[in-house]
C-alpha cells in the first residue's frame, strides 16, 4: 500500500482495513462514471458539484493537528438531498497559507476547493494514484453503501506556488 494512504489513514484508523482494503489501479480500470469522478487534476469540490448538478456542504467528522500540521476526516454531502458523495481525509500544511485562508479552513464551513478557487490561489491538483477499495465497515457506514461492491478513490496533492500543501484521499460515491 501507499506510504500517503498509510499516512493519512493513521491519522484516524487504527488500522487502514477499518476503512477498507486498497489496490492500485489505472485510470483505464476505472469503470467509466468513476474514471470522470476520478481521473483528472481538478478539484474534487468542482467535479462532484458538476457530476450531481448541485453544490456540496461538507462535514467534519474528525480533526487532527500537530503545530501547523492540520488534518481532517470529511464527508462532501449534496445540498439538495444530503446523500453523502464523498469521505475525504486531507492534511493540511497551514504555515504555507494566508492567514484569511487558514482561518476558513479551520472554521470547516466551506469545502476545502471552495475556499483556495474562492481565494485565487495558484494550485495545482497532482493526481498520484487511482485506488479500487474494497470497503470496510466505517467506508460502508458513512457512505451508505448497501453491501462490499467495490469503491473507488484517490490520493493525490495539492500544490499552491508549485510547493506541495495539502495531501489527499478522496473516495467517491457517484
Not at 76 to 105: A, C, F, H, K, N
Not at 124 to 138: F, K, N, R, S
Request: glycine share 4%; hydrophobic share 40%; aromatic share 4%.
Amino acid at each position: 500500500m501507499s506510504h500517503l494512504i498509510d499516512s493519512l489513514t493513521d491519522l484516524f484508523y487504527s488500522s487502514p482495513s477499518e476503512l477498507g482494503e486498497f489496490t492500485p489501479v489505472k485510470a483505464n480500470e476505472l469503470p467509466q462514471q468513476f474514471q470522470s469522478l476520478l481521473a483528472h487534476h481538478d478539484h474534487m469540490t468542482v467535479t462532484l458539484e458538476a457530476w450531481h448538478n448541485s453544490l456540496v456542504d461538507v462535514r467534519v467528522l474528525k480533526e487532527h493537528r500537530e503545530g501547523d500540521s492540520y488534518a481532517r476526516k470529511i464527508l462532501l454531502t449534496l445540498q439538495r438531498d444530503g446523500s453523502p458523495v464523498q469521505l475525504g481525509i486531507m492534511r493540511i500544511d497551514l504555515s504555507s497559507l494566508p492567514e484569511i485562508v487558514q482561518m476558513e479552513i479551520e472554521s470547516q464551513a466551506l469545502p476545502l476547493g471552495r475556499i483556495m478557487i474562492r481565494h485565487h490561489l495558484l494550485r495545482e491538483v497532482e493526481l498520484c494514484q487511482l485506488w479500487q477499495i474494497t470497503p470496510g465497515p466505517d467506508l460502508r457506514s458513512l457512505l451508505h453503501l448497501k453491501d462490499e461492491s467495490p469503491s473507488y478513490g484517490r490520493t493525490a496533492r495539492i500544490l499552491v506556488n508549485g510547493q506541495p500543501i495539502v495531501e489527499l484521499l478522496e473516495i467517491v460515491q457517484p
